[in-house]
Each structure stands twice: as structure tokens, then as C-alpha cells.
């Protein structure tokens, strides 16, 4: 279920190590003094954003362990409405009712830990897009009023109604 994630997110962080490997050899071989340091300043981007990928990764494993316990949990209600009987039937409530409360807590801490890898992840995305450069905006002329005291039609028809 999880392997092929985990795979491609590994395969990434070989990318980016390998690219980092590259851009510092090419840093201690350069002779120009700036671009050694603009070269260094990239291996070091690289070298947080694998340490990110690796904590990512993390996460995901956390979560992945927290669904299975939760599949389990569910699991175990499963049985425990099977083997319902009437005479035992208020004790199994009471077993459900806790393990409905412990699936919701697990389930409100997926949620909030899901939103914080959301920002991550938007974060991540928003250092990896190039800016865009935009042509400057002209100022639209705000119609003043014309010199017989006329209005602009819409503020008009606005003041008509």
C-alpha cells in the first residue's frame, strides 16, 4: 500500500543528493570566489530540502502505523458487534463507546497533523516556483467629473436609485 510513495520519495532524495554531490564538486572546483559561494548556497538549499524530504517521510511513516492502528481498532469493533449478545449488551456499549472516543482522538490528530503536512508541502511548492514577471500596470483614469458638473452614468444611476 505505501511502498511505492516511500520509493519515490526515497528516489527523490537520491535525486537531490546527487545533484548536491554535483553542485559541490563543482563549487571546489571553481576558481571564481562568487560563484563558489553561489554554488555552495545551492548545495546548502539542497541539503535542507533532502532534511525536509527526510522528516516528510517521517511523518508519513507515523501516520501510515496510525492508520493500521485505527484499521485495527475498527477491527476490533467489528468482533465486538458480532459477538453482541443481549445479555451483554451494555458492557459491549460501554466498550464501543471507548473505542469511539479513542478513534475519534486519533482521527482529530491525523486531522491536525495532515494540515500541518499541507503547510509543509505548501511551503515546499512555494520556494520551488520561479517568480513571474508581470509588465507594470498602467493607472486607469478615475473619469473625474466633467467641467459642466455632470456626473460619471454609473454613480448616476447609483445616486437614482
Sequence with gaps: ?????????????????????????????????????????????????????????????????????????????????????????????AELASLARRFRALSTAQGEEGQAMDAVAAQVTLTQVAPVEAAPVTPVDPAPLASDGAKVPEIQRIQGE
Excluded at 1 to 18: D, H, P, S, V, Y
Excluded at 47 to 56: F, S, Y
Design 1 to 93: 500500500m505505501g511502498r511505492r510513495g516511500g520509493a519515490a520519495g526515497g528516489a527523490r532524495a537520491a535525486e537531490l543528493q546527487a545533484e548536491r554531490d554535483s553542485l559541490e564538486r563543482s563549487a571546489r572546483a571553481s576558481t571564481d570566489v562568487v560563484a563558489r559561494r553561489q554554488l555552495e548556497a545551492a548545495a546548502a538549499s539542497l541539503a535542507e530540502e533532502v532534511e525536509r524530504l527526510g522528516d516528510m517521510r517521517q511523518r508519513r511513516e507515523r501516520i501510515l502505523a496510525r492508520l493500521r492502528a485505527e484499521v485495527a481498532l475498527l477491527e476490533r469493533a467489528r468482533v465486538a458487534l458480532l459477538s453482541l449478545r443481549s445479555g451483554q449488551a451494555q458492557l459491549k456499549a
